[in-house]
């Protein structure tokens, strides 16, 4: 199993930004997904989880800014990142687990991207 995550780059306040996540080696279809990230010195804490029917679920500090999505065709979740405050700066983690059930901690989760680094400048 392979969780790759892209799109991350160095923004402004303000700016929008899309993470992308494609997976390989397991049924896409049948995981329900999630994003986490960490930033320097803090633990790694969930932003957003979309279930297999494409029910969502989202943090508070990133609700009506962060939508979560997904092409099951092209086996990949996104995560569009809007509003962006220098508080979003972390590096960003995919993640997959096999549960019906939406998850928002990191040991629901069975596999585990490599991360994508998000800086949002002030």
């Known amino acids: 199993v392979q969780l790759q995550a892209s799109g991350g780059g160095l923004v402004q306040a303000g700016d929008s930004l899309r993470l992308s996540c494609a997976a390989s080696?397991?049924?896409?279809?049948?995981?329900?997904m999630g994003w986490f990230r960490q930033a320097p010195g803090k633990e790694r804490e969930f932003v957003a989880a979309?279930?297999?029917?494409?029910?969502?679920y989202y943090a508070d500090s990133v609700k009506g800014r962060f939508t979560i999505s997904r092409d099951n065709a092209k086996r990949t979740v996104y995560l569009q990142m809007n509003s962006l405050t220098p508080e979003d700066t972390a590096l960003y983690y995919c993640?997959?687990?096999?549960?019906?059930?939406?998850?928002?901690?990191?040991?629901?989760?069975?596999?585990w991207g490599q991360g994508t680094l998000v800086t949002v400048s002030s």
């Open positions: 080696g397991l049924p896409f279809s049948s995981y329900a």
């Open positions: 993640a997959a687990h096999d549960s019906p059930h939406l998850r928002v901690t990191m040991r629901g989760y069975d596999y």
């Open positions: 979309i279930g297999r029917s494409s029910s969502t």
